[in-house]
């Protein structure tokens, strides 16, 4: 995630710019920027590590130590590669105007086309860079840069934490915030202004949170706080009193916990500007798929190694009942060796978070040399699979740092879930199927909170289970996978053994392993098959293994079957995997932390794969 820091005061800025942005590393990004601001505007940016910024800085024969006022960035890509160019403070064609964003402008492309009528010269690929340019039109137009900010905001649709530098206003900056985190850090004759805490608590412990949709305006000493309609608004001033170390985890006591608790966000970042109500479809213009290509596709191979594969499974319940095409999904690592009989009316779809993964990409590159299309789903802009790819899908999940994928995972589902419905519509689904299934998926960001407030009762049953030196998860149909990941999770974190089956393969060899020490998770849901999932725990009862059931609310039976219940609100079968799969993960995390396991760095694990 991008990180944001804005200085104005006494001391050097550079320093305090450059200090700030290191607290933010933890984020993860992939380039940087900065600018800085007396009578003139002096800005540098450089793709990789900060330390790449510091060398240019260091280069300069320009004396820095002069300047007092200043923004700077970390940039993590969503919209363009990670490049010197695309890297933030963005500047207005004139120069005037410098802008760090986080956040995703969705209309950012009609804006592009209007601005550029109007002869600004967009230079870059980003969402961002039109904000700089907005900003420098109105405040032109107004002769003021606090109206022009404002004005400039209300063409905006989408997300953003901005800090915004004029040249012709030099003893100023202007933040706003609107679903992206500011935070005011007050000192004595100097103002921070930061997305994070960690970048301001070495100078000051004095904050104000900026809340959504309030803009301020900053000076060295003072500062004022608005609504959007511009009406003063007086924040109270907070003290932090957070240990430094915690802060990069936002108080939680792991980075996958941090992300088991962000999948309401992240989930809603992958969907942003994507859903079509209307028209009962999804917008994915990155496929670069052309009409007529969706008639000649006959069939859709889905590639990916480890979690991202358990995402494709589901994707193949998904595209098959929704858009009727035959899928096949592949173990990249198999894919890539197997000489796959491939036809031109194939598509290939890899799935990587990471966008580097050895095999996957491999794999790509076997499919593509055999003449067949291949689109990439991952969550890191500009890697390789991304770039290599004829098209795609990005998560905008954020930045994933504990080694176990989760929030991910539910992006991957959920971009699955979107591709089967854009496939669909292109071909039998009736635009009123559409339109239910849009309104259906539009809630499921909001539902995930629900099952993250199960947590305290999931935490009751790691208790129990701890010690367990086995595991099964069963599940059927689109439950299968899910299943499947719950299991991995388990394995990856807590060195516990766990298999994931489909539920009614039981009899055929796992059965043999029921007794009163093995513990057995259900996902059992309301559906069409639920009576056949409830034999299927009768047979584990009656061998003394131990349930815990994930299963739908309102089902007042499923306490007969099960040991432990952790109910999942009532949604379509083919959506619920993206709610199903939260309590697996919070239950492998608490039972890795009971037992004193590196959750966030298991033994063994990589984050990303790139050796075969
Ligand atoms: C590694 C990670 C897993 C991940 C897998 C695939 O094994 O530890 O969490 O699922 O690679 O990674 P990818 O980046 O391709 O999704």
């Not at 966008?355 to 593509?368: I, M, P, V, W, Y």
């Not at 396991?597 to 033994?603: E, G, I, K, M, T």
């Amino acid at each position: 995630m991008c990180g944001i820091v804005g200085y104005i005061g006494t001391k050097a800025a550079t320093s305090v710019l450059l200090k700030g942005l290191k607290c933010l590393e933890y984020r993860g990004y992939d380039s940087s920027g900065i600018a800085l601001l007396n009578d003139s505007l002096f800005v540098c940016k450089k793709k990789g590590k900060i330390i790449e910024l510091e060398k240019e800085l260091n280069g300069l024969s320009k004396d820095l130590s002069t300047y007092t006022v200043g923004i700077a960035h970390t940039r993590w890509a969503t919209h363009g590669e990670p490049s010197d160019l695309n890297a933030h403070p963005h500047v207005s064609s004139s120069g005037k105007i410098a802008v760090v964003h986080n956040g995703i402008i969705e209309n950012f492309q009609i804006l592009r086309e209007k601005l550029a009528l109007k002869g600004f010269k967009i230079t870059t690929q980003t969402d961002s860079e039109i904000i700089a340019h907005l900003i420098e039109y109105y405040v032109d137009k107004y002769n003021d840069f606090l109206t022009g900010v404002f004005v400039a905001l209300e063409k905006l649709e989408g997300t953003y934490g901005i800090v915004v530098v004029s040249r012709d206003y030099p003893d100023r900056i202007i933040a706003a915030r609107n679903g992206s985190p500011l935070i005011l850090g007050v000192g004595e004759g100097e103002i921070i202004i930061a997305s994070d805490a960690s970048a301001i608590v070495e100078y000051t412990r004095k904050v104000i949170y900026i809340d959504d949709r309030e803009v301020v305006d900053i000076q060295r000493d003072s500062y004022q706080t608005y609504d959007l309609l511009q009406k003063q608004v007086e924040k109270p001033v907070e003290d932090i009193d957070w240990d430094i170390e915690t802060i990069g985890k936002k108080g939680y006591d792991h980075f996958m916990l941090k992300e088991i608790f962000e999948q309401v966000e992240s989930v809603k970042n992958t969907c942003r500007g994507r859903l079509l109500t209307e028209t009962g479809t999804s917008r994915l213009d990155g496929l670069n798929l052309k009409p007529e290509d969706f008639s000649e596709i006959k069939r859709i191979i889905l590639i990916a190694c480890g979690t991202s594969w358990h995402s494709a499974l589901i994707g193949e319940y998904l595209i098959e009942e929704y858009a009727r095409i035959p899928v096949d999904v592949e173990y990249a690592s198999e894919f890539r060796y197997k000489n796959p009989i491939l036809t031109k009316s194939d598509l290939v779809i890899v799935i990587s978070q990471s966008g580097e993964t050895a095999d996957t990409l491999a794999a790509l590159r076997e499919a593509k040399q055999k003449g067949v299309k291949v689109l990439g789903v991952t969550n890191i802009v500009g890697s390789t699979i991304a770039r290599e790819s004829d098209g795609g899908v990005y998560l905008h999940a954020g930045p994933e740092i504990g080694v176990a994928s989760t929030k991910a995972f539910s992006s991957q589902v959920m971009v699955m879930i979107m591709i089967a419905i854009h496939f669909a519509r292109r071909k039998d689904m009736s635009l009123e199927s559409g339109q239910v299934l849009i309104e259906k998926i539009e809630k499921l960001p909001q539902l995930i909170q629900s099952m993250l407030d199960t947590a305290g009762d999931i935490k009751n049953i790691a208790e129990i289970y701890k010690n367990a030196s086995n595991f099964l998860y069963l599940g059927r149909g689109v439950q299968f996978p899910v299943a499947l990941e719950g299991a991995l999770k388990l394995k990856e974190i807590s060195y516990i053994h766990a298999e994931g089956y489909p539920a009614a393969e039981m009899k055929h060899g796992p059965i043999a392993l029921i007794d009163e020490n093995l513990p057995v998770v259900f996902i059992a849901l309301k559906d069409s098959i639920y009576g056949k999932i409830v034999s299927n725990m009768q047979e584990v009862r009656a061998r003394g293994g131990k349930i815990i059931a994930i299963a739908t609310e309102g089902d007042n039976e499923i306490s007969n079957y099960a040991d432990h219940v952790i109910f999942v609100p009532d949604v379509d079968r083919m959506l619920s995997p993206i709610l199903t799969v939260v309590p697996l993960q919070l239950l492998s995390y608490y039972i890795a932390v009971m037992r004193g396991c590196n959750v966030d760095q298991p033994r063994n694990l990589a984050k990303s794969v790139t050796v075969e």
